[in-house]
């Protein structure tokens, strides 16, 4: 995204949390080409949206993305690398807690999305208190041609049930002004402008007092009527499923490969 930063208060490889106006703080994932992130990264990015939501002068952050798109998903080389079931149990577990990360982060948190935003990229943002979107921005779950189940949780966040369906079974996407029009979305921008939007947004929302925006946070999550974390770990009991079957890996070798007419 290449939010403009000042005061870098901590960062790895992969993540980064910058301070980039008084209360807020963005965290930046950057790993290149496409943002799709190895394990140790979803655990990293958990890490450092929790650490941005317990710092008791922060009182909004922004997630965001540089490089091409907001997030491909997870690195499915290091899966078809994996000699056994570990590398499946260890990726559950870290798309988990980076999108539990987000919904629980003490503050409202705005993701400020430009590219494609697929597969886990629909988890953190589903997961979201609010989306900016550049008008490039696309989101969707190709988990069906990936071998891979889950984030239904989420993208039915974003629309509405048989919506949500449709794109799930044809692993189609939908654009960002699309989603404005469902109310998903709170402002789609040229991509040049995407960093002052969120980060316009951001301020507003810090403004407030910040113990009191903690307990609307909590407060608005209570009344949930979803449970994301216990939805989402369901959804991922049938991803590991198909692994242990065989299947996942059947459909992972296809990948990239032309389709074939049906019946062929």
Known sequence: MGV?????????DTVSITSTAPGVRTVTVDHPPVNALP????YELADAVRAAGRDPDV??????AAGR???AGVDLKELQRAEDNTALIDVNRGCAEAFAAVYECEVPVVA?????????GVGLVGNADAIVAADD???????LDRGALGAATHLSRLVPQHLMRALYFTSRTVSAQELHGHGSVWRVVPRAELDAAALELAQEIARKDGTLLRLAKAAINGIDPMDVRRSYRFEQGFTFEAGLSGVAD???ATFGQPERSAGA
Do not use: Y
Not at 59 to 64: E, G, I, K, M, Q
């Open 4 to 12: 403009s930063t000042t005061n870098t208060t901590s960062t790895t």
């Open 39 to 42: 394990v140790r990264a979803w």
């Open 59 to 64: 009182r909004c952050v922004v997630l965001a």
């Open 69 to 71: 798109g907001f997030n």
């Open 112 to 120: 400020a999305v430009a590219g494609h935003c697929l597969g886990g």
């Open 137 to 143: 921005a696309t989101f969707g779950l190709p988990e």
């Open 250 to 252: 059947r459909v992972r």
